[in-house]
C-alpha cells in the first residue's frame, strides 16, 4: 500500500505562482503513475498533469506552458510547479498514485491540499 500526503497549497494573487508537493511512502512498484487532480466546488474532478516512472508527462489543456510536473526519485516526491496561476485553476488538488500488476490496477489518493487564486 502507497501512502500520499500533500503539501503547498495557499492563497496567491492571478499571476502568482505556487508549488505543490506529493510524498509517497510504502510499497512503491518500479513501473507507476502520478497524477495531479482538482476538483473545484460543484465541479468534477479532472486531470491536471501525469508522470509515468519513466518520465513521460501529460497535461491539461489549459495548463500547458504553466504547470510543470516532475518527480524527485530518490526523494520518492513528485511536484507540481504551477505558474501564471488564474482564478479558474482554484481547487483541492489531488495526488493520485496507480500502477497495474497482473491486471490489477492499484491507486492510491492523497487527502488533498487547497489552491485559491484570488486577488
Known amino acids: 500500500q502507497v501512502q500520499l500526503v500533500e503539501s503547498g497549497g495557499g492563497l496567491v494573487q492571478p499571476g502568482g505562482s505556487l508549488r505543490l508537493s506529493c510524498a509517497a511512502s510504502g510499497s512503491i512498484s518500479r513501473i507507476y503513475t502520478m497524477t495531479w487532480f482538482r476538483q473545484a466546488p460543484e465541479k468534477q474532478r479532472e486531470l491536471v498533469a501525469a508522470?509515468?516512472?519513466?518520465?513521460?508527462?501529460n497535461y491539461l489543456d489549459s495548463v500547458k506552458g504553466r504547470f510543470t510536473i516532475s518527480q524527485d526519485n530518490a526523494k520518492n516526491t513528485v511536484l507540481l510547479q504551477m505558474n501564471s496561476l488564474k482564478p479558474e485553476d482554484t481547487a483541492v488538488y489531488y495526488c493520485n498514485y496507480s500502477t497495474v500488476q497482473d491486471g490489477v490496477t492499484f491507486a492510491s489518493w492523497g487527502p488533498g491540499t487547497q489552491v485559491t487564486v484570488s486577488s
Open positions: 508522470i509515468t516512472s519513466g518520465g513521460s508527462t
